[in-house]
């Protein structure tokens, strides 16, 4: 199977979040496979020189963006069995950041159009093309209503949601100025673009097939709570829904090999894991007490990623005999609030505003709990990290967090849970988590056990594109 994988960021040569990640990731793992994979991605001005040498120079053309004419370099990189072609234009993509920019509707309208347009250019001939998020959605819509010719009727297409908050919504316009087609040849669906054109909408009703990064963000996103507006065009193509786990890169997160870490450990020696756990008392100025509870907690710092909930009850928590360790950067306000308990409890909690790869990892190595009480989660990374590192993850139940951490009272737990989003009911998961640890030390060792010895790596998920994959290129017709 030949497969290109269509994408606005790839690690390692640039990325924003978890879509770089997967980027980077899942495309290695097919290509372990035997697919032919080949990774189309922009040609950003962010990647480190290292790889901008090792690019070559495949051809230039001209993609029409509306009325204008807009050059288009192709540079190829191939790396671990992947080709990367890069859609070079130093207009569109030569800026200081990824996103945030008021001509991303154009910016991505080029990216896409430049994909298509590239494949008759370096004879790339693939039997499914991957797009993800708004970015590269429309795809799936211009191959069956602008590029019709022979060459491309067979090709199928299958759209992966990161996150359905960034969707892409332009003024209805676009469709023409970006894209060259008008209202009336994009029948069936012009009625959908009357007002705004919604790029990852028409991406969800132009795919073939449609996923997204769990099987319960899956069936949330299909509801008024958690679809943002499409819930109901979710609902009536659930049909062609589906949701697969995120892995980990089990090579970069290993506790056993980790440079970052003061000691390695693993599942079958965690005499490592209690050096660690010094270690990071050590450096982030906390009272070296092995038998304290110390929790650990990396992320951006938004509302969104539950760290106004935190707040609410952080004075009820800072009374308890617990060590509490922030890393990240977000939200002035919140950063201000969490430097200000830091200031007062100078022996309980320690906040780094900032982020830093190492300090990440130490606090997966050594933290004993590790607080993750988003609103939604997609997927989310840290907690599987974080069960990789034998650290127990305190979850919102919501998204992958609901489907990667089995809370404690139920059957092997790897972590604890809540489920209504309230201060109320995070301080009560804390608690529970606590006494455990204080009271029940052969039970939270068992925990430990039982989280590391989990599979959330890349094989394991990469087996269930592998067969999503199989059954989009089986269908019949365009």
């Known amino acids: 199977m030949n497969v290109l994988f269509c994408t606005a960021e790839c690690a390692p040569f640039f990325k924003t ?97 430049a994909i298509i347009e590239m494949l008759d250019k370096i004879q790339l001939s693939p039997d499914l093309i991957h797009v993800n998020d708004y970015h590269t959605a429309m795809i799936p819509f211009l191959l069956k209503e602008k590029y019709t010719q022979p060459e491309l009727a067979s090709i199928k297409t299958l759209l992966t949601i990161h996150n359905i908050e960034f969707q892409g919504v332009f003024d209805h316009k676009a ?109 982030m100025k906390l009272p070296v007490r092995p038998e304290v509870p110390l929790i650990g907690m990396v992320s951006r710092l938004t509302a969104q990623k ?19 360790v922030l890393l990240g950067t977000g939200d002035p306000k919140l950063e201000a609030a969490y430097r200000e308990y830091a200031e007062r409890y100078p022996r309980k909690l320690a906040v780094n505003l900032t982020f830093d790869l190492a300090a990440a990892q130490q606090i997966y190595a050594g933290a004993d709990l590790f607080l993750m009480p988003s609103i939604a989660e997609p997927c989310g990374l840290s907690q599987m990290i974080a069960m990789r590192y034998g650290t127990l993850p305190l979850v919102h139940e919501v998204g992958g967090l609901r489907d990667t951490v089995i809370p404690f009272g139920k ?29 029940e030390p052969s039970t939270w060792s068992n925990m430990i056990q039982t989280a590391m010895n989990k599979d959330f790596s890349w094989e394991k998920s990469s087996q269930k594109y592998l067969a999503l994959y199989q059954a989009v290129t089986e269908i019949s017709g365009k």
Not at 253 to 259: E, H, L, R, T, V
Not at 309 to 324: A, C, F, K, R, Y
């Open 17 to 113: 979040g978890g879509l770089g990640d997967v980027a980077g990731a899942l495309p290695k793992e097919l290509a372990k496979k035997n697919l032919t994979m080949s990774v189309a991605l922009p040609y950003f001005s962010q990647m480190p020189q290292s790889y901008q040498e090792q690019c070559e120079k495949v051809t230039d053309f001209y993609v029409k963006v509306g009325e204008q004419n807009q050059q288009c370099g192709i540079k190829r990189l191939v790396l671990d069995q992947v080709t990367y072609y890069f859609i070079e234009n130093a207009a569109y993509f030569g800026r200081e950041n990824l996103y945030g920019y008021e001509d991303d509707g154009e910016r991505f309208a080029f990216f896409s159009q």
């Open 175 to 283: 469709i023409t100025e970006y894209f060259g087609v008008e209202l009336a040849e994009a029948a069936p669906l012009a009625a959908e673009i009357t007002e705004n054109i919604n790029y990852l909408k028409m991406g969800i009703l132009y795919a073939d097939r449609v996923n997204t990064v769990s099987l319960t963000y899956a069936e949330e996103i299909q509801t008024p709570e958690f679809g943002f507006g499409l819930d109901q065009i979710l609902h009536e193509q659930r049909e062609k829904l589906s949701g697969i786990l995120n892995g980990i890169d089990y090579e970069l997160n290993d506790p056993a090999s980790d440079q970052y870490l003061a000691a390695n450990f693993s599942a079958n020696d965690l005499s490592g894991k209690k050096s660690d756990k010094e270690n990071l008392q050590k450096q």
């Open 306 to 324: 539950g760290f106004a909930l935190v707040l609410e009850g952080l004075e009820e928590l800072l009374e308890e005999d617990i060590q509490l």
């Open 411 to 439: 059957e092997a737990a790897t972590g604890f849970s809540f489920t209504e989003f309230d201060a109320k009911n995070l301080l009560a998961s804390v608690h529970e988590a606590v006494a455990l640890f204080k009271k």
